[in-house]
């Protein structure tokens, strides 16, 4: 029970990462139909940025909660820049290009930014100094640290904040009435450029968040951080429905707790030797407490799409996503 | 009639071409015969993906793994990993089998889905088999995880082994110059099939779906089964593909078949143009040559410029990659060359926002 609980502490803090990142995707899929592959590329570029500020001041003698801060600070506005550029030089002239050529364009830019960052901040890993004293909790039997409560409570207060937003402000509503059907968005007056380019903007600024919060959670960051996780985090955008807000932030936490439970479970699950009938005729390999495990936890990444696929065959939208009409 | 003897003429001549191709790459060095099997394997490979992505309009970004399984039955058959040895010709087929069926495995499920619902699926699954392939080492050893197997047998057609070095008539034909026939003659055919598929009724079934899916089924398409088979054709070439990899390379691992390759391939068809056989050869022919005609440039530009080297080839060599992508799709968004059906929906309006 106590490793139940402590999987779940570490899936919600992965899984808010996710989720944040996965806003990104969602909100820029659901504005322009567009799968931004570069948007893990903001992340790392985010993790980057924070990396250099954080080592510098760290010597300085700052708080390191103040630190911390201004690297945040100085990542979201370069990731906002680089996001806005994207959206300007290669995906705005594609708007009305068949489907597939801004996801290549998509793919192009992620190169161009992964090896970019390569060049400025060499391909080694880089390891996050240590400057955030540890603190830790119990909770029901699970040790929580400072910086996962810091890190899921961040996650739900943006999240709340990216609600109140889309939902409650001039800009969300333009956003939405763009998503809904650009062309009588501009007959409304909306200035659809701007409100795509504040999207992008505004995802862009999550994803150095997020990208701040993956580095001083792992204290690692590369300049390829950003595929695995974009990944995940589009994945988990898919399983929620794509386009739909509330539905990246499910997907994303649902995503980080299944993760977790699959990693903590299936090596005990797949262990032959626990089931006698297979124990017996597996002999030896079990006798005196002896393992044969099929999936060990390096099996970690397949949950992530083995949840997704099962998902999407049975919901074929997403969890919250709407029916979207046959012709795609 | 004229014409058609200037279409032979252009055949004759380009098959000349082809033919003496690997005598004259061997001048530049030895390493260009292997290039140009390895542009050729993409060749295959793009060929194959072209079927489910631009005849039946199925974005699939896992292709990879169908290579990757390919590679892999042909290398646990014919290595000492399980001590079996068949020869090629068994093998091949039962690799295309093999990948076929994961085709269709694929398919199957995501047979409801559509677009980018499809695209993540497909690339969870391309990586759901490259992480198998990583650990079925444990509880038994199946694929050696991530050392990979090695000692692959070559290709053997009777006495003649494709990896050693044998002379015809006094003219001395190296391993990488009988795979480079090989594979051409296995080029030729796929090229022949795509080519007549696209003209035939599955082809214009596929066209129908990728069209419209809806009004394909209306007028009694069977859609489910199309799908599938197209899965199934595209991931059999891919598996062939994969099986003369393993032969070719003699050791395979599952670096090889990383999301980044299946984002290449899909590179290739989207950037030579989408369902146009000529298209895709051309997109898979500059994807693979590029990048490697840069790897011999980069670094002596640099020396002549700076006196020394400033970047690593490699950046290089991926920024210039990255960056033709982009603007190659900026100006051409449909590709380099185009197909027949892509350029009449360019001229025409789009309903879609």
């Known amino acids: 029970m106590d490793i139940f609980i402590q999987q779940m502490v570490n899936g919600l803090t992965l899984g808010a990462v996710y989720a944040i990142v996965a806003l990104g995707y969602t909100m820029v899929y659901g504005i322009i139909q567009l799968i931004n592959f570069a948007h893990g590329e903001l992340v790392m570029i985010g993790a980057m940025v924070a990396f250099t500020v954080i080592n510098l001041l760290a010597a300085a003698g700052m708080p390191p909660l103040v630190v911390v801060l201004i690297g945040t600070a100085c990542a979201i506005p370069v990731c906002m820049l680089v996001g806005y550029s994207m959206e300007r030089l290669a995906y705005r002239p594609l708007r009305h290009a068949p489907r597939l050529a801004p996801l290549i364009t998509a793919i192009g830019v992620s190169i161009i930014l992964q090896h970019l960052a390569m060049l400025v901040w060499s391909r080694n890993v880089l390891a996050f100094p240590q400057i955030i004293p540890i603190t830790t909790y119990n909770f029901a039997g699970a040790v929580v640290t400072g910086v996962q409560l810091t890190i899921v409570g961040l996650c739900f207060a943006m999240m709340g904040g990216l609600a109140l937003l889309v939902y409650r402000t001039r800009l969300g509503t333009a956003m939405r009435a763009t998503a809904q059907n650009p062309q009588v968005a501009r007959l409304m007056g909306v200035d659809v450029n701007r409100v795509i380019a504040a999207t992008f903007i505004i995802g862009a600024a999550l994803g150095a968040v997020a990208g701040v919060m993956f580095g001083t959670y792992y204290g690692v960051a590369q300049y390829t951080m950003g595929s695995v996780l974009g990944l995940k985090a589009f994945a988990a955008a898919v399983l929620g429905g794509i386009g739909n807000v509330p539905g990246a932030m499910v997907g994303g936490l649902l995503l980080g707790v299944v993760e977790a439970l699959g990693a903590g479970y299936i090596g005990e699950f797949s262990d032959l030797c626990h089931y006698d009938m297979l124990a017996a005729s597996l002999g030896e390999r079990c006798a005196d407490g002896g393992h044969f495990v099929l999936f060990g936890s390096n099996y970690q990444d397949v949950f992530a799409f083995v949840v997704l696929i099962l998902v999407l065959v049975f919901r074929p939208s997403g969890l919250l996503g709407e029916r979207v009409g046959d012709r795609a | ?353």
């Open chain 2, 1 to 353: 009639m004229n014409r058609t003897k200037l279409l032979w003429a252009g055949v004759a001549l380009i098959a000349i071409t082809l033919l003496l191709l690997p005598f004259a790459l061997s001048y530049a060095g030895t390493a260009w015969v292997r290039i140009a099997n390895f542009a050729m394997l993409y060749v295959l490979l793009a060929l194959g993906l072209n079927i489910v992505v631009g005849f039946a309009g199925l974005l699939d970004l896992g292709y990879i793994a169908f290579y990757a399984v390919g590679a892999y039955a042909y290398a646990l058959l014919a290595s000492p990993q399980f001590g079996l040895h068949l020869p090629f010709w068994v093998i091949l087929p039962i690799g295309a089998a093999v990948a076929a069926l994961f085709g269709v495995m694929l398919g199957a499920p995501t047979l409801k889905l559509r677009g980018d619902y499809l695209a993540i699926v497909t690339l969870g699954f391309g990586e759901i088999v490259r992480i198998f392939l990583n650990n079925l080492s444990q509880p038994v050893n199946i694929t050696r995880g991530p050392q990979g197997i090695a000692g692959i047998d070559p290709v053997r057609v009777g006495s003649v082994d494709f990896s050693r070095s044998d002379s015809l008539l006094g003219v001395v034909f190296t391993g990488s110059m009988k795979y480079y026939y090989l594979l051409l003659l296995l080029l030729l055919a796929i090229v022949l099939i795509n080519v007549r598929l696209q003209n035939s009724r599955i082809g214009r079934a596929w066209e129908a779906i990728r069209e419209d899916e809806v009004a394909a089924r209306a007028m009694g398409i069977d859609t489910t089964g199309m799908k599938l088979l197209a899965f199934a054709m595209g991931a059999s070439f891919g598996g062939v593909a994969g099986g003369m990899f393993s032969a070719i390379q003699a050791f395979i691992s599952p670096e090889s078949f990383v999301l980044v390759e299946s984002v290449m391939v899909v590179s290739m068809v989207v950037l030579g143009g989408m369902g146009n056989v000529a298209g895709v050869i051309l997109g898979a022919l500059l994807l693979a040559f590029v990048p490697e005609i840069l790897r011999w440039t980069v670094e002596p530009v640099q020396h002549a410029l700076f006196g020394k080297m400033l970047v690593e080839p490699e950046v290089i060599r991926m920024l210039i990659f990255g960056l033709a992508l982009v603007l190659v799709m900026l100006f051409r968004p449909a590709g380099l060359l185009p197909s027949a059906v892509r350029k009449r929906e360019l001229t025409h309006e789009r309903t879609d926002p």
